[in-house]
């Protein structure tokens, strides 16, 4: 009786070990095929015009009938300090949050702390872009028109990391083994020597892992940058003068793009998705290495 | 005190984790029979539509029973017209399917001309060479578009010359018209819009004369743009921009050389910002794709137009 009811079991959980192992070497097909597809539509523009003058091209103007101009430079500087803000901003208020949470805080809330931080990684990035149109970018208007601008990118993005850094890093944060602060109890160390000295060094791989999702969602992140950016091809003089990223470029003109001026796009969206397979890459190779110790 | 605060933490982490698998391991195997069946179900409707291509023409007929399944994409203007007149089609023909997707006039053009879809929408007259490709277009409705302001903007009225002094930077100041002394936010569109080149065409402008604050890509996010800064002056299609206004967002409709915007400016041709809606086909068309066709230039799609703010054409 006992001996069959656990062979179906068995049974069961082959079926699904199966449909898991199918389900997972589709997504890995899918991510590849979706790569192939990417970079034989970017080909023509990687041949004709080239990625040298992506770079060398004064102004971005693909669809010029005599003289189409490729020049993305100020797109990608824009994508650039979008990211690296969000990320200097959200990387502290991440770790800060976290720590209090686990540390300085009582049960309740901590555990509230954590939900709203869920909450936060849940929300879709349409609702952030369009909070920051309605709220945040008048706010800056009035400080310095127009508004839409590098600033409120950077702020709205911000928001937009602080869950992603912050669930990673109190991933790495709890992974410390229980021994350890047993012992600095035992020892008698202060509570703030124990977060700087123990934990806050043990979970560092792990907050470096985080911080690099991070970027690279911020790297990606479309929606809500078109909405609060401005999406003017320049470079910034200021944080309040409006920028395009990449992201942007690739959703406002991908609609009504043909031939040339398409595989330009593509091109651009290879390049994303390599950054950001880097900085994915990065943090696995950081994560695997603190499993390995 | 320390070991108080960590020990349920540890516990509840492991917990989380398998949580967390086991979530992961239910979400996949979702996902992937969604997958599976989503599949199964894609050659059958394939068949649909080539089945369709066999259906005689019947055009006009409205007895004929029709089935199979029609595609249409292309402009965000028209596709909300389109969506409608698809439901009212479909009522009617419970055997056809109608699929409406946007992405734009250019892939509308595109994607008829390519046959990915069996019609495309377009918010602008179709140019020489797509008509030399064997395009035909067929006007539903006209659309305006008219230049707005933020509500709390002093300003009552604009001429032609004022409207393309803002936009290439002659004005750069509110003062200048007679408003407050703060820096104009010129709200523009972004490049291969059809709201873009009636607005260049109409004023004679170059889209690299334009000194643009802040680029936007639908009529929303340029609605929404202008309403949430007191500064700014932008256009937007004339149906959307109406529809915002009567529901309260704070943005004002300009006339432009003391013109009002109204449908009936429009449809007399007094206000002269105006494009043509098209249902864009490859040639004329034949079977399913006429029978809606026909069906949505008739005079009892006038309603659906008017409530999306267009005025109707009356051929």
Known sequence: ?293 | MIESLSNPLLSANAQGWSLCRGGCAVMCAVLAVTFLSGCGAEPDSQAVVRDNGDIEPARGSGNLKLSGKLVLTGSSTVAPLAVEIAKRFETEHPDVRVDVQTGGSSRGIADALSGVADLGLASRALKKDEVEQGLVGHQLAIDGVSVIVNADNPLSSLTSGQVVQLFTGAITNWSELGGEDADVVIVNKAEGRATLEVFLNHFGLKNEQITADVVVGDNQHGIKTVAGNRLAIGYVSIGAAQSEADLGTPIRVLPVDGIELTTENVASGAFKITRPLLIVSKGEPTGLAAAFLDYAKSPQMHDLIRAQGFEAVTQ
């Open chain 1, 1 to 293: 009786m006992k001996q069959s009811r656990s062979n179906s079991w068995l049974n069961g959980d082959r079926w699904l070990e199966r449909l898991l192992r199918l389900a997972a070497a589709m997504s890995g097909c899918l991510t590849l095929l979706i790569v192939a597809f990417v970079f034989w539509q970017a080909l023509p523009a990687l041949r004709d015009p080239g990625v040298a003058r992506f770079v060398s091209d004064s102004v971005w103007r693909p669809t010029d009938e005599t003289a189409p101009q490729f020049g993305m430079t100020p797109m990608l500087v824009g994508s650039g300090l979008v990211t690296l803000g969000a990320v200097l901003l959200a990387t502290p208020l991440a770790l800060f949050s976290v720590i209090v949470a686990e540390f300085y805080s009582s049960r309740t809330l901590a555990w509230l702390l954590r939900r709203v931080l869920e909450l936060l990684n849940g929300v879709p990035s349409v609702v952030f872009g369009f909070w920051g149109l309605v709220v945040l970018v008048p706010l800056i208007n009035a400080w310095h028109p127009p508004g839409q601008s590098l600033l409120a990118g950077i702020l709205v993005l911000t928001l937009m990391l602080i869950p992603t850094v912050a669930l990673a890093t109190d991933a790495s944060l709890r992974a410390v083994p229980n021994e350890l602060y047993r012992s600095a109890a035992a020892l008698g160390i202060g509570r703030g020597a124990v977060v700087w000295k123990l934990a806050v060094p043990l979970a560092r791989r792990g907050m470096v892992a985080g911080v690099l999702l991070g970027a690279a969602r911020a790297v990606g992140e479309t929606m809500a940058i078109v909405i609060v950016c401005g999406n003017i091809v320049q470079m910034p003089d200021s944080l309040f003068d409006p920028v395009r990223t990449i992201t942007a470029n690739i959703a406002l003109e991908m609609g009504y793009a043909t031939s040339g001026h398409r595989a330009a796009l593509f091109a651009t969206g290879l390049l994303l998705m390599l950054t950001s397979s880097l900085f994915v890459a990065g943090a696995g190779l950081l994560r695997r290495r603190r499993g390995r110790r």
